[in-house]
């Protein structure tokens, strides 16, 4: 294709040995592996094939049953189909380690980690890959420090640790894993990681605002009508209960996935590229977003949690309470809906609606950016004639779409809505797109922190976050709603928008 702009090429990795705390959880078994085999097997070389892996948790296991559940888990959730001979290669430089909760376990990860290196001729390059719940990072950080296994920021080669969302449970607790971690961590050497910044769509919007001048022309309340960010899982909590029903919702996925989303399509342009010029700009959106006071909680946020229904595929599902490992006194949401307001300059009076949950009707998560009306007159005199509209839509079927009235041909003067539609499959074919946690593991071994919150953006988030908890603690001022599993979510979510005189825009 021609007038191809390459501003940044991704490089090779450097050869460094990532260890995965909690390697027999969820987020290893679903996400990491997959991502680590993709970057040997793309065929892009981005990973040096020397490169290890170490598995570090509790449970005992063999080496021989990592690798084969490594595979299998791989098989099932990788976006590249396994290739046994590039499997070889991953699984020769895959290792495990048990002991992680053991008094000795991390003297073992120092004598395991020189013994791989030694082994396969590896520099001292290490990726500390915290995937294990909040309360156990700070610990997890100071076993390291003690064990000797951070080197200095200087040092010739990196420790670098990447910490997973949510980073704590609540604003006190996120400001206590952030002071653990500078304690014995150079911010650089801190990678928060939030796998949504990873995706292409939400990558692309940056491309999309600030090298396409017709949208930046028209982004802010001059033009905007309103906005619509949602996220929609068909899934179910599935066999994360014990995790999710200490989170929720808006800790889940609000916190973190969604103001980053928001923050990256609202933010000023920055004054380059770099990660500290991005991470201003973002920051500065949440500088002024609108808080979410009790006295207003009632009206602008609705909890939800779902019963039971018909899921995506048209089977029946059990509710959310009967879902196996929820306690009977659960207080989770498994929906947050939310009206807020980016109090600055260029948003001013322009109404951001979000909501997302799980086991809604599909899977979708979009942006919608809905344009003013134009004037009563001509065309919108008589009747209304449908806005613009903006669809950026961030999986499935990444792409986006703008909606436009035109006249049908004919000899008639007929109006009709039009969708110019822009699909990455079409466009960039099947496959081209690397998941998240590809392109984001490989920037951790590059030091590369463009794409990752920074403390005061985690330590911001939450206090937004923070101030909606505390409006809902006395479970009466907003009370639980219930939608079928396999709805859009719970009528309140509809009279939220409906009394600001808008509606759900279907994703
Ligand atoms: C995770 C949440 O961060 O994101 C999960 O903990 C959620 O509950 C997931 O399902 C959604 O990610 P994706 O990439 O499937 O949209």
């Given at each position: 294709?021609?007038?191809?702009?390459?501003?940044?090429?991704?490089?090779?990795?450097?050869?460094?040995?990532?260890?995965?705390f909690?390697a027999?959880?969820?987020?290893?078994?679903?996400?990491?592996?997959p991502?680590?085999?993709?970057?040997?097997?793309?065929?892009?070389?981005?990973?040096?094939?020397?490169?290890?892996?170490l598995?570090?948790?509790?449970?005992?296991?063999?080496?021989?049953?990592?690798?084969?559940?490594?595979?299998?888990?791989?098989?099932?959730?990788?976006?590249?189909?396994?290739?046994?001979?590039?499997?070889?290669?991953f699984?020769?430089?895959?290792?495990?380690?048990?002991?992680?909760?053991?008094?000795?376990?991390?003297?073992?990860?120092?004598?395991?980690?020189?013994?791989?290196?030694?082994?396969?001729?590896?520099?001292?390059?290490?990726?500390?890959?915290?995937?294990?719940?909040?309360e156990?990072?700070?610990?997890?950080?100071?076993?390291?420090?003690?064990?000797?296994?951070?080197?200095?920021p200087?040092?010739?080669?990196?420790?670098?640790?990447?910490?997973?969302?949510?980073?704590?449970?609540?604003?006190?607790s996120?400001?206590?894993?952030?002071?653990?971690?500078?304690?014995?961590?150079?911010?650089?050497?801190?990678?928060?990681?939030?796998?949504y910044?990873?995706?292409e769509?939400?990558?692309?919007?940056?491309?999309?605002?600030?090298?396409?001048?017709?949208?930046?022309?028209?982004?802010?309340?001059?033009?905007?009508?309103?906005?619509?960010?949602?996220?929609?899982e068909?899934?179910?909590?599935?066999?994360?209960?014990?995790?999710?029903?200490?989170?929720?919702?808006?800790?889940?996925?609000?916190?973190?996935?969604?103001?980053?989303?928001?923050?990256?399509?609202?933010?000023?342009?920055?004054?380059?590229?770099d990660?500290?010029?991005i991470?201003?700009?973002?920051?500065?959106?949440?500088?002024?977003?609108?808080?979410?006071?009790?006295?207003?909680?009632?009206?602008?946020?609705?909890r939800?949690?779902?019963?039971?229904?018909?899921?995506?595929?048209?089977?029946?599902?059990?509710?959310?309470?009967?879902?196996?490992?929820?306690?009977?006194?659960?207080r989770?949401?498994?929906?947050?809906?939310?009206?807020?307001?980016?109090?600055?300059?260029?948003?001013?009076?322009?109404?951001?609606?979000i909501?997302?949950?799980?086991?809604?009707k599909?899977r979708?998560?979009?942006?919608?950016?809905?344009?003013?009306?134009?004037?009563q007159?001509?065309?919108?005199?008589?009747?209304?004639?449908?806005?613009?509209a903006?669809?950026?839509?961030?999986?499935?079927?990444e792409?986006?779409?703008f909606?436009?009235?035109?006249?049908?041909p004919?000899?008639?003067?007929?109006?009709?809505?039009?969708?110019?539609?822009?699909?990455?499959?079409?466009?960039?074919?099947?496959?081209?797109?690397?998941?998240?946690y590809?392109?984001?593991?490989?920037?951790?071994?590059?030091?590369?922190?463009?794409?990752?919150?920074?403390?005061?953006?985690?330590?911001?988030?939450?206090?937004?976050?923070?101030?909606?908890?505390?409006?809902?603690s006395?479970g009466?001022?907003?009370?639980?709603?219930?939608?079928?599993?396999?709805?859009?979510?719970?009528?309140?979510?509809?009279?939220?928008?409906?009394?600001?005189?808008?509606?759900?825009?279907?994703?």
């Amino acid at each position: 294709m021609d007038n191809l702009l390459t501003m940044q090429r991704a490089q090779p990795a450097p050869p460094c040995t990532v260890v995965i705390f909690g390697a027999s959880g969820d987020l290893a078994k679903r996400k990491l592996i997959p991502a680590l085999y993709n970057l040997v097997a793309c065929g892009q070389g981005m990973m040096p094939a020397k490169s290890a892996v170490l598995g570090f948790a509790r449970r005992e296991m063999s080496l021989d049953e990592f690798r084969k559940s490594a595979h299998d888990w791989t098989a099932r959730f990788s976006r590249l189909k396994v290739d046994e001979g590039c499997w070889a290669t991953f699984a020769d430089g895959l290792d495990y380690l048990s002991g992680l909760d053991h008094p000795d376990g991390f003297t073992k990860l120092k004598v395991k980690l020189e013994a791989i290196e030694k082994a396969r001729g590896l520099p001292p390059n290490r990726v500390y890959y915290l995937a294990i719940p909040p309360e156990a990072i700070g610990e997890s950080v100071e076993r390291l420090a003690q064990a000797g296994l951070i080197s200095p920021p200087d040092a010739p080669n990196f420790s670098s640790v990447v910490v997973e969302k949510p980073i704590g449970h609540d604003l006190p607790s996120a400001l206590e894993i952030n002071r653990v971690l500078v304690k014995h961590l150079d911010e650089s050497q801190i990678f928060r990681i939030d796998h949504y910044l990873g995706k292409e769509t939400v990558q692309n919007l940056l491309v999309l605002r600030f090298s396409n001048n017709i949208f930046e022309r028209l982004w802010g309340s001059r033009n905007v009508d309103h906005v619509q960010i949602t996220v929609a899982e068909a899934e179910g909590v599935g066999n994360r209960a014990a995790f999710y029903d200490c989170a929720g919702a808006l800790r889940d996925m609000v916190q973190n996935h969604i103001l980053q989303t928001l923050s990256l399509l609202t933010m000023e342009a920055p004054v380059s590229l770099d990660a500290t010029a991005i991470t201003d700009a973002k920051l500065n959106v949440l500088r002024t977003l609108r808080p979410i006071t009790p006295e207003h909680a009632r009206a602008t946020t609705v909890r939800a949690r779902y019963g039971a229904g018909i899921d995506a595929d048209g089977k029946p599902v059990a509710g959310y309470m009967d879902e196996p490992g929820v306690p009977d006194n659960s207080r989770a949401e498994t929906f947050v809906a939310l009206k807020t307001y980016i109090d600055n300059w260029r948003w001013s009076g322009v109404p951001f609606f979000i909501r997302t949950g799980k086991r809604m009707k599909r899977r979708a998560s979009s942006i919608y950016v809905q344009f003013k009306d134009v004037p009563q007159i001509l065309f919108n005199r008589d009747s209304a004639v449908p806005a613009n509209a903006l669809t950026i839509r961030i999986q499935p079927d990444e792409g986006f779409s703008f909606d436009v009235m035109t006249k049908r041909p004919g000899l008639d003067l007929v109006l009709q809505p039009v969708r110019m539609n822009l699909s990455y499959k079409t466009a960039f074919g099947d496959g081209a797109s690397p998941d998240g946690y590809e392109r984001l593991l490989l920037d951790v071994m590059d030091g590369d922190h463009t794409l990752f919150p920074s403390a005061q953006f985690v330590e911001k988030s939450w206090e937004f976050v923070q101030e909606i908890l505390d409006s809902w603690s006395d479970g009466a001022r907003v009370p639980m709603a219930e939608y079928p599993a396999g709805s859009w979510g719970p009528n309140e979510a509809d009279e939220l928008i409906g009394t600001a005189g808008r509606v759900w825009h279907e994703p």
